[in-house]
């Protein structure tokens, strides 16, 4: 029960955070910069925790796990994030949620396909997960590609509709990424936490990662000084509520 809860809390922080993250970019903040900011407050934020609360889970730390862990923050929150902000300044919170829902879905595709995850088609519960699955893929699929523009084109020109359903399809397609990215990260956390249980650290270090790789990136896309600078306490308020976000997280893995 305590796991369900946890897992409800943390749809709503993620209902929230696509909210907060389309409103930041209103604010014309930078997606890449946004992203580094909010990784290395996270680090700062969760370092100390892991540090005092995980002594005694913390395994020794080898080259193998360093090279896991930049792996790790590769794929699920630099490519992950930067995918999601690119698909979130596409088309809007409420149909990025809507596309999200496929990563269960995708998680217990690889899953199957990785033998982490068994399926018998012999009983009900085997039929539910797989009927659940196709569900959910056709219900992302169905609200996004097709519900999604018809609200946008009865008043626009032609040249506006073409407009509008090639920026609408590019935000898809980056959005489908994003579960890409964010369901390899979660199939990839299930043995790494079987070897290195401590979940505050594995988090910390991800943030930190993620950080260093985008603030690289970010060095050669953002070299205009005032990309970098925090202007408004909106701007503020979004990454403090990123940083509640990973908290959450790492105590739901």
């Known amino acids: 029960m305590k796991l369900i809860l946890g897992v ?8 929230g955070l ?15 910069v946004f992203s580094t900011y909010r990784n290395f407050i996270g680090f700062l934020f969760l370092a100390p925790f892991a540090y005092f609360l995980e002594k005694k889970d913390r395994p020794p730390l080898t080259l193998s796990l360093l090279l896991q862990f930049f792996l790790i923050a590769l794929i699920g929150v ?8 690119l698909g979130l300044s596409y088309i809007s919170s409420t149909f990025s949620s809507a596309i999200l829902n496929a ?15 068994k399926v018998n088609l012999t009983d009900r519960y085997g039929w539910g997960k797989l009927v659940g699955t196709l569900i959910t893929v056709v219900g992302a699929s169905l609200i996004t590609l097709f ?17 509008v359903i090639s920026k609408w399809s590019l935000g898809c397609i980056f959005m489908f990424g994003t579960c890409l990215a964010r369901s390899i990260w979660l199939v990839l956390q299930d ?11 594995l988090t910390a270090y991800t943030c930190l990662f993620a950080s260093i790789q985008l603030a690289a ?6 070299r205009d000084i005032e990309m970098w600078v925090i202007k408004s306490k909106g701007e503020i308020l979004a990454l403090l509520y990123t940083v509640i976000h990973y908290n959450h997280l790492s105590s739901c893995s």
């Open 8 to 15: 409800l809390v943390l749809q709503l922080f993620l209902a």
């Open 18 to 32: 696509l909210v907060v993250c389309a409103l930041s970019l209103n604010m014309g903040v930078s997606k890449l």
């Open 78 to 85: 630099t490519l992950n994030q930067w995918l999601f902000l």
């Open 103 to 117: 990563v269960p879905a995708m998680i217990f595709i690889m899953s199957v396909g990785l033998r982490i995850e």
């Open 147 to 163: 519900k999604g523009p018809a609200f946008l084109l009865n008043s626009l020109s032609l040249q506006q509709t073409d407009l």
């Open 191 to 201: 043995p790494l936490l079987k070897k290195y249980p401590a979940k505050l650290t």
């Open 217 to 222: 990136i970010s060095a050669f896309t953002e």
